[in-house]
């Protein structure tokens, strides 16, 4: 039997020992992607140090629908990458690198379609406040081995460690996806009727919705949306305002667009995801989870010189 | 579960020695003891066990291990209750154990250093379904068919759906992460909870996550769920429900070997096709399912493959015809599809009653639970016949093999002299085998004691270290279920906590 002679995850590429010799072990160092979502989370500190994460597929497995990547390959790349085997991933195509995706957490605007960010990420690679590669999760679909720091990373905003490399989740791309639009639909009731929409839109007046799998399916969910409203074929969803309000799906059913300012809003109804124009009121941690928060960035980053500045308290 | 008490590996049994060295006196703890009289008077009497029977019973779960006397019993019914022991647990220094059914497979509800356990028991209420929110509100005691079951008149379900379900609680389910059948597509647990009232070690009350979208912070519910009752205990759980598909097509396909089944479901999910369900079943596991419930499946292939999709009717019409054209390219001898629901009924009871029908081979089983990559599925499935069949253990083989989690199941009498050292020798060799193939150790039943000697296979020093930090930002002094899922020398506050048991109170 051929034990293998070092752990599965121990890492060999230089490419990342490069880099967590770049992050070294001392100063405040930050991490920058594309700056698609810099200010997520609160301003850097003027004195870290800004570096950029490795780039490149590691491996891809079609057949097994996983994605290693290193973290500064930027998503529309690594998307390129994975249509040419007919897949696609649960990140946010938005202009950013893998890494910002994971580390910010947002879910694409079809995520109701291509899953959620959160349960996409199957292993992590991080250099530690320490300057150690650190691995956790692991490479196959299925895993419960130990304790889950995939998990912890996704919406970190690298302050627990600076993301390097990730393996990620993949699925197949479906055979049709079409985007439809109504003026007097009523969301809400759609949401009852369709199945699985890969998203569905409210402006408080027009209602869009993405449907995809096999063109057989699309068809008769088509036909079926013509008791709901008069529905036409669109371009693609509307031009989204550019604050995220997270609120639950149930608040979206008492939506009348008096909570903006402008009154302009478009509603991800189904998982509670709203744009506006006005930022979202501030939320709070409740106390325990607060602290929580607190010992956990200790735990993981006691001198505080990972991307210092940010916390996902506020974000 | 019938199974004759098993002795464990090494490594447990020392702990467990000394966990009972600790103590000293064989026999009950009295009324007397102040802990189990502080605990009564927070619960009530009649809700704090100490008797001998009770707690022998709690040594073990469904798993091979044992663990040492547990400390007092104690059945809450409400949050505050929970907190109630927490504090009481910190003020005496115990540890604290979360028990849900029992049907653990890693040895995680059993107890280390004399914790008290805390049952689930009596906290099994559906709290709220939220149709708004597609959300149910329950206590984490509820058993996982019975929300199902509950969800069933709205046209909904809870996913995750373990082969246990009629008997393995939504707090054990949230604690292993557990997976089923039906997790290819739709996700295993941890895709499943929005939010968790928990009570941290300190006896503080939170709640992780939320029903908004995207909710603040670190995902302190994605760490919590999975992580096995070490962080604290869940007191209730948000989860999502999900639709009933309109429509659902199961599959039977037969083949000589289980080689050809395995390339099958590789072939499948390279297609792009992603099912609800595929599960395989080797010749010997077939054999006995039919001798014990007649489900319909064919004794004399190597290998049958249960495939199931579900969506619009035209789709999976067009899936279940893919299928079949993929299993007959690889091999398959016969495509059945099941006509009516009774059968569909049928052919997935086999399936789920897969492990009673063991106890109709062998007095005992140990079912290991490892992943590889959907690919390395033949060859491995290959070397574990081969190193059951050197180390003179029967296998079974029955695996969700949609994602590549195989079950291999060794099946023996544990009164036979040396069989039970044969087993672990051939489990040890199953799971190098797995990790070498590029799996991983444990796809939905957890590390627990089971497997935390073979954490290195995965990760280094300091992949683990990082493991016991997140541990510790919940839990500084492990008093939650010590003695689990890391090594021991990766988690030292652990050995503390097993050493910290006084001297006078029975361990
Ligand atoms: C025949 C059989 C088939 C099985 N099939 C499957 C399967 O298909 N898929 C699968 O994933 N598993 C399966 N299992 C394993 C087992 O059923 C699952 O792990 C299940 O989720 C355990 O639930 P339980 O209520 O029995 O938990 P227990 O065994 O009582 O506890 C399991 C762990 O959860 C912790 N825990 C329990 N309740 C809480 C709580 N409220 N808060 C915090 N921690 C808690 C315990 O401390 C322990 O570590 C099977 C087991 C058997 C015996």
């Known amino acids: 039997m051929d034990a293998p002679k070092q ?184 949401a009852a009727t369709v199945l699985k929409p890969s998203a569905l839109l409210w402006d408080g007046t027009a209602t869009w919705v993405e449907l995809e799998g096999h063109g057989i399916d699309v068809a008769a969910e088509t036909a079926a949306l013509a008791a709901s409203g008069t529905f036409r074929e669109a371009e693609g969803p509307p031009a989204l305002p550019a604050q995220r309000w997270s609120l639950k799906p149930s608040e979206l059913l008492k939506l009348t667009g008096a909570e903006f300012e402008t009154g302009e809003f478009v509603a991800s109804v189904g998982t509670g995801t709203v744009w506006a124009a006005k930022p979202q009121p501030p939320r709070q941690l409740n106390r325990a989870a607060q602290l929580l928060t607190h010992r956990m960035k200790a735990e993981f980053d006691p001198p505080g010189r990972l991307n210092p500045g940010r916390t996902v308290e506020t974000a | 579960m019938a199974r004759s008490a098993l002795k464990s590996l090494q490594s447990l049994k020392d702990l467990a020695g000394r966990a009972s060295r600790s103590g000293g006196r064989p026999a009950d703890e009295t009324a007397s003891d102040p802990l189990i009289g502080e605990l009564r008077a927070a619960l009530s009497p009649d809700r704090v066990r100490s008797d001998g029977a009770q707690k022998a019973l709690m040594k073990k779960d469904a798993s091979v291990f044992e663990g040492g006397v547990s400390g007092p019993l104690c059945y809450p019914e409400s949050t505050a209750e929970v907190q109630a022991i927490m504090k009481l647990a910190e003020k005496y220094d115990r540890g604290v154990v979360p028990r849900g059914a029992g049907t653990g497979l890693a040895g995680g509800a059993i107890p280390l250093g004399a914790p008290i356990v805390i ?20 206590e984490p005691g509820v058993i996982n068919l019975d929300l199902t079951k509950h969800l069933a008149p709205m046209g909904f379900h809870f996913a995750p759906d373990p082969s246990s379900q009629q008997v393995c609680t939504i707090g054990g389910n949230v604690a292993n992460n557990s997976g089923g059948p039906h997790c290819l597509a739709y996700g295993v647990t941890n895709a499943h909870v929005v939010a968790l009232e928990v009570v941290l ?6 709640v992780l996550g939320g029903l ?89 292939a190597g290998a049958v493959l249960l495939a199931e999709v579900d969506g619009l009717a035209d789709g999976i019409k067009i899936d279940a015809e893919r299928i079949g054209d993929i299993g007959r390219q690889h091999g398959a001898t016969n495509v059945r599809q099941a006509e009516t629901d009774h059968e569909r009924a049928l052919l997935w009871k086999g399936r789920k009653t897969a492990f009673g029908a063991i106890a109709q081979i062998a007095p005992d089983y140990y079912l290991h639970d490892t992943v590889v990559p959907r690919s390395k599925l033949a060859d491995v499935l290959e070397q574990i016949y081969e190193i059951a069949d050197r180390h003179d253990v029967l296998v079974m083989n029955v695996f969700h093999a949609g994602d590549g989690n195989l079950h291999p199941l060794l099946v023996f009498d544990g009164r036979e002299e040396g069989k039970l050292d044969a087993v672990h020798a051939a489990g040890a060799e199953i799971v190098t085998a797995s990790v070498a193939a590029g799996g991983v150790l444990s796809g939905e039943h957890g590390i627990g004691v089971e497997k935390q000697a073979y954490m290195d296979l995965m990760f280094t020093d300091d992949d683990m270290d990082h493991q016991a930090r997140l541990r510790r930002a919940f839990d500084p002094v492990c008093r939650a279920n010590p003695g689990k899922v890391l090594p021991m020398g990766h988690s030292c506050a652990d050995i503390a906590a097993l050493r910290s048991v006084p001297a006078d109170v029975w361990g």
């Open chain 1, 7 to 190: 752990p599965l995850l121990a890492v060999d590429d230089p490419v990342l020992h490069a880099f967590a010799e770049e992050v070294g072990a001392e100063g405040p160092v930050a991490i920058e992607g594309n700056r698609t979502r810099w200010h997520v989370g609160g301003d850097l500190a003027a004195d870290a140090r800004v570096i950029k994460a490795p780039t490149g597929m590691v491996a891809y497995a079609p057949e097994e629908m996983t994605a290693q990547v290193r973290v500064g390959t930027p998503v529309a790349e690594f998307h390129a990458a994975l249509a040419e085997k007919g897949q696609r991933s649960a990140l946010p195509e938005r202009g950013g690198t893998v890494g910002g995706a994971i580390a910010v957490g947002q879910n694409a605007l079809s995520m109701l379609g291509r899953g959620r960010v959160r349960t996409s990420v199957l292993q992590i690679r991080y250099i530690s406040s320490e300057g150690r590669i650190i691995s956790g999760g692991g490479p196959t679909v299925k895993n419960v081995t130990g304790f889950d720091l995939p998990r912890l990373m996704v919406g970190s905003l690298g302050t627990l460690g600076l993301l390097a490399e990730a393996v990620i989740r993949t699925n197949p791309i479906p055979e049709v996806s079409v985007w439809l639009r109504s003026d007097d639909a009523d969301p809400f009731g759609i």
């Open chain 2, 119 to 138: 049952a689930a028991t009596k906290m099994n209420h559906i709290l709220e379904v939220d149709l708004d929110n597609r959300i149910a509100w329950v």
């Open chain 2, 201 to 206: 070690p300190s006896g503080e009350v939170t």
């Open chain 2, 212 to 300: 908004d979208a995207e909710p603040l912070g670190y995902d302190l519910r994605g760490a919590f769920v999975g992580s096995e009752g070490t962080l604290g205990f869940t007191t209730k759980v948000a989860v999502t429900i999900t639709p009933n598909a309109p429509d659902v097509r199961t599959l039977l396909l037969s083949f000589d070997t289980v080689r050809d089944a395995a390339n099958t479901v590789s072939a499948i999910i390279a297609a792009g096709i992603v099912p609800a369900a595929l599960e395989v079943m080797d010749q010997r596991i077939t054999q006995a399912v039919e001798a014990y419930v007649g489900a319909g499946y064919p004794t004399d």
